[in-house]
């Protein structure tokens, strides 16, 4: 996205996009979901970004609520790009939250790396032995299908009928591992006294 | 003791992880709220979402791909409710003015790009409730059916004189084609008062546009071998439904279909649903026909027991 913005450059889309059809808006969420988790994670000006899932998932689904609004959707001009009028929109509903908020400090330092957040956030949420104990699920998971349908589907984002193509199976089939792997899942908490 | 705001984060955040069950704008809207005012709802959140991130290898400090087709879902949800009561807001006004012309415009829609060797679409209206069609095709070489099947794997077909599914079934929806100039079909079902149901092509898994049908008699979604059975209770209430199967030349985008319905009112009867959708959808669809199966669906079999 750092040569071509789709709203700008695009003008079916653009066009869809403004009346509200719901592919477009599909594609645009998707489109511009990194830009928004950069705002929300690394922050901007004096503010280094939201910490916790709660606040970062919170911010993200208020930005495009407010991108997704018809008047902001009317607003946006076609000629520049979009990113940076959504970037303007994030930063006005993240200002907004902190205003609402006092919890959240304000630094001028830089922002920190990512992968040092990533790391501080899931220690604070779980302690290291419980840390170990869900990270160790994937290796009870030994079937190569459902290795597979747990790395496309959870974390890659595909859609079951790419997965089947992939796999060669069919998309009921997917779907039937999908809930046997979330089974699994709740089995496994549960056997380790997890919530 | 857990609060009640946090035994409902609790099971919000439940719903939320789970990929068999529904997640909506509303849902998502009342699971922030709650953690964006309550810090044990916060640390519950925080505590779930890092567990599921961490079980399916995914970044700690970002959603999952998985949570972010809930986020992209909820918020679609929520654009659509407020185009809809955007829409009906106005509907408001042109009501009055398009009641005068409604039969009309039914009768001249309902014909509109249906062969000349179709047959009259029986009548339906909102007090019909009886199964039309079981799946085999007709004269024009198209029909949509529906099965009920029990936890115990037992297939009933809901006919004229067994018009009933259970809440706690399952639903198998049966396609049959002939005809060479409807390769596609899109299939939702209505309720009245509530949102579609999207079957195939479902905007949960993916599905944008219609999807390609095969030719032949009773074919379950999903292909004879594994068929894709819907638990009603996942996403039906008790109550009238009607599964519409479009049957087209060039498939339909999802967004155009949801675009239609958000225009007319929820409790709009089968026959209407039909009429607009003749009127709407026919231009982009090529040759095109609406076929429909309507039923009721009862309460738990247990209660229907009692």
Same mark, same amino acid.
């Given at each position: 996205?750092?040569?071509?913005?789709?709203?700008?450059?695009?003008?079916?889309?653009?066009?869809?996009?403004?009346?509200?059809?719901?592919?477009?808006?599909?594609?645009?969420?998707?489109?511009?979901?990194?830009?928004?988790?950069?705002?929300?994670?690394?922050?901007?000006?004096?503010?280094?970004?939201?910490?916790?899932?709660?606040?970062?998932?919170?911010?993200?689904?208020?930005?495009?609520?407010?991108?997704?609004?018809?008047?902001?959707?009317?607003?946006?001009?076609?000629?520049?790009?979009?990113?940076?009028?959504?970037?303007?929109?994030?930063?006005?509903?993240?200002?907004?939250?902190?205003?609402?908020?006092?919890?959240?400090?304000?630094?001028?330092?830089?922002?920190?790396?990512?992968?040092?957040?990533?790391?501080?956030?899931?220690?604070?949420?779980?302690?290291?032995?419980?840390?170990?104990?869900?990270?160790?699920?994937?290796?009870?998971?030994?079937?190569?299908?459902?290795?597979?349908?747990?790395?496309?589907?959870?974390?890659?984002?595909?859609?079951?009928?790419?997965?089947?193509?992939?796999?060669?199976?069919?998309?009921?089939?997917?779907?039937?591992?999908?809930?046997?792997?979330?089974?699994?899942?709740?089995?496994?908490?549960?056997?380790?006294?997890?919530? | 003791?857990?609060?009640?705001?946090?035994?409902?984060?609790?099971?919000?955040?439940?719903?939320?992880?789970?990929?068999?069950?529904?997640?909506?704008?509303? /849902? +998502?809207?009342?699971?922030?709220? &709650?953690? =964006? !005012?309550?810090? #044990?709802?916060?640390?519950?959140?925080?505590?779930? *979402?890092?567990?599921?991130?961490?079980?399916?290898?995914?970044?700690?400090?970002?959603?999952?791909?998985?949570?972010?087709?809930?986020?992209?879902?909820?918020?679609?949800?929520?654009?659509?409710?407020?185009?809809?009561?955007?829409?009906?807001?106005?509907?408001?006004?042109?009501?009055?003015?398009?009641?005068?012309?409604?039969?009309?415009?039914?009768?001249?829609?309902?014909?509109?790009?249906?062969?000349?060797?179709?047959?009259?679409?029986?009548?339906?209206?909102?007090?019909?409730?009886?199964?039309?069609?079981?799946?085999?095709?007709?004269?024009?070489?198209?029909?949509?059916?529906?099965?009920?099947?029990?936890?115990?794997?037992?297939?009933?077909?809901?006919?004229?004189?067994?018009?009933?599914?259970?809440? /706690? +079934?399952?639903?198998?929806?049966? &396609?049959? =084609? !002939?005809?060479? #100039?409807?390769?596609?079909?899109?299939?939702?079902? *209505?309720?009245?008062?509530?949102?579609?149901?999207?079957?195939?092509?479902?905007?949960?898994?993916?599905?944008?546009?219609?999807?390609?049908?095969?030719?032949?008699?009773?074919?379950?979604?999903?292909?004879?071998?594994?068929?894709?059975?819907?638990?009603?209770?996942?996403?039906?209430?008790?109550?009238?439904?009607?599964?519409?199967?479009?049957?087209?030349?060039?498939?339909?985008?999802?967004?155009?279909?949801?675009?239609?319905?958000?225009?007319?009112?929820?409790?709009?009867?089968?026959?209407?649903?039909?009429?607009?959708?003749?009127?709407?959808?026919?231009?982009?669809?090529?040759?095109?026909?609406?076929?429909?199966?309507?039923?009721?669906?009862?309460?738990?079999?247990?209660?229907?027991?009692?």
């Amino acid at each position: 996205m750092t040569d071509g913005d789709l709203l700008r450059d695009d003008a079916r889309t653009r066009e869809a996009f403004k009346r509200g059809d719901r592919w477009a808006l599909t594609e645009v969420y998707r489109v511009y979901y990194p830009l928004v988790t950069t705002v929300v994670t690394r922050g901007f000006g004096g503010f280094r970004g939201f910490f916790n899932p709660a606040d970062r998932d919170d911010a993200i689904q208020s930005i495009f609520a407010a991108a997704f609004e018809q008047k902001a959707r009317l607003r946006y001009n076609g000629l520049d790009p979009y990113t940076a009028f959504l970037r303007g929109i994030a930063q006005n509903v993240v200002r907004r939250m902190l205003e609402r908020r006092t919890k959240f400090m304000r630094t001028d330092g830089q922002p920190e790396l990512e992968h040092k957040e990533v790391e501080t956030a899931e220690a604070q949420f779980l302690d290291a032995e419980a840390i170990q104990v869900v990270r160790a699920f994937r290796e009870t998971i030994q079937e190569p299908v459902q290795r597979q349908i747990l790395a496309s589907y959870f974390v890659d984002g595909d859609a079951e009928e790419t997965i089947a193509k992939d796999l060669g199976i069919t998309r009921y089939k997917v779907r039937k591992t999908i809930s046997l792997l979330d089974r699994r899942m709740r089995r496994y908490l549960k056997q380790h006294g997890l919530p | 003791m857990a609060s009640r705001n946090l035994k409902r984060t609790k099971a919000l955040c439940l719903r939320y992880l789970d990929p068999n069950r529904p997640w909506t704008g509303a /849902d +998502d809207r009342e699971l922030r709220e &709650l953690v =964006r !005012t309550h810090a #044990e709802c916060s640390d519950w959140y925080n505590r779930s *979402v890092s567990i599921h991130r961490s079980l399916v290898g995914a970044s700690p400090g970002l959603p999952s791909a998985f949570e972010r087709e809930r986020m992209l879902l909820a918020t679609m949800d929520a654009v659509s409710r407020a185009e809809s009561q955007r829409a009906h807001f106005g509907l408001r006004w042109v009501v009055p003015l398009l009641v005068a012309g409604a039969v009309g415009i039914v009768v001249i829609s309902t014909q509109r790009n249906v062969p000349e060797n179709a047959p009259a679409l029986a009548p339906i209206d909102s007090d019909y409730f009886g199964a039309r069609g079981s799946g085999a095709a007709d004269a024009i070489g198209v029909g949509v059916g529906i099965t009920g099947v029990t936890e115990s794997n037992q297939a009933y077909e809901v006919t004229a004189s067994e018009t009933s599914l259970y809440l /706690d +079934d399952y639903l198998r929806i049966t &396609l049959s =084609r !002939t005809a060479d #100039e409807y390769p596609f079909v899109f299939v939702f079902g *209505v309720q009245p008062d509530r949102q579609p149901v999207w079957y195939e092509p479902d905007p949960e898994h993916g599905g944008l546009s219609s999807v390609s049908v095969s030719k032949g008699e009773a074919i379950p979604l999903g292909g004879s071998g594994d068929p894709i059975e819907f638990k009603l209770s996942g996403r039906h209430v008790t109550g009238a439904l009607t599964v519409f199967a479009l049957f087209s030349q060039k498939p339909l985008l999802q967004s155009d279909v949801a675009r239609m319905l958000s225009t007319l009112p929820p409790t709009a009867s089968a026959d209407t649903l039909t009429a607009e959708m003749y009127e709407t959808l026919a231009p982009a669809a090529g040759t095109f026909i609406v076929t429909s199966v309507s039923s009721v669906i009862r309460g738990g079999r247990r209660e229907a027991a009692q």
